[in-house]
């Protein structure tokens, strides 16, 4: 049987989520993504009939997954060495990407809604922002924290990481990462130690 030289669904998702990380998504037309993925135009429209918002949305979910995964296993060994691994993470995001890439959950969750309603895109951001902070509260509490100190760290650690990606791309620099990495590791670790 010939294999298909369309391009596959998760393909599409993934050079849009990159296209996002890079430019944001009001600055990113469907074409672009589709172009970027190297998708035919129609293709991209076959998978996502409704367009940008959905197509956007799916990559930020495909991007939450990717990094939760990479995050459950490095919380394996405990939240510290989970928050490392999550800082290491976006550390090397933006330096291959030569500063120009950054988290596609974040570009969405910035960017004011074009009709003053929650599109696809941004509810989908605040469901994986939602699913980042759980894991790592889930990982404190099981390693001594109590669940309000939890709760908190993790959403700090999320902001701060977020935060700190936007900051060394204006910088083009590792400093706020590598800065924030020192501090937020010395928090885990006075919070799981009882």
Not at 146 to 166: D, H, M, S
């Amino acid at each position: 049987m010939a294999k298909s030289s369309a391009p596959s669904r998760e393909r599409i998702v993934a050079g849009a989520a990159d296209m996002i990380s890079r430019r944001g998504l009001s600055a990113t037309s469907i074409r672009e993504m589709a172009k970027h993925a190297k998708a035919p135009l129609g293709s991209t429209y076959h998978y996502f009939p409704e367009g940008k918002q959905q197509l956007a949305a799916e990559a930020i979910r495909f991007t939450g997954e990717w990094v939760a995964r990479g995050l459950r296993k490095e919380l394996e060994a405990g939240p510290v060495e989970g928050v490392r691994a999550f800082l290491g993470l976006w550390r090397k995001i933006v330096v291959d990407s030569d500063f120009h890439a950054g988290c596609p959950v974040l570009a969405v969750a910035i960017e004011e809604p074009q009709d003053g309603g929650t599109p696809p895109a941004l509810t989908a951001a605040a469901e994986v922002f939602g699913q980042w902070e759980t894991l790592l509260a889930d990982s404190l509490r099981a390693h001594g924290a109590e669940a309000e100190q939890a709760a908190q760290l993790a959403t700090l650690v999320v902001a701060a990481v977020e935060g700190t990606v936007a900051m060394c791309r204006a910088q083009r620099s590792t400093q706020p990462l590598d800065r924030t990495a020192e501090q937020l590791q010395v928090l885990i670790a006075a919070a799981t130690v009882k």
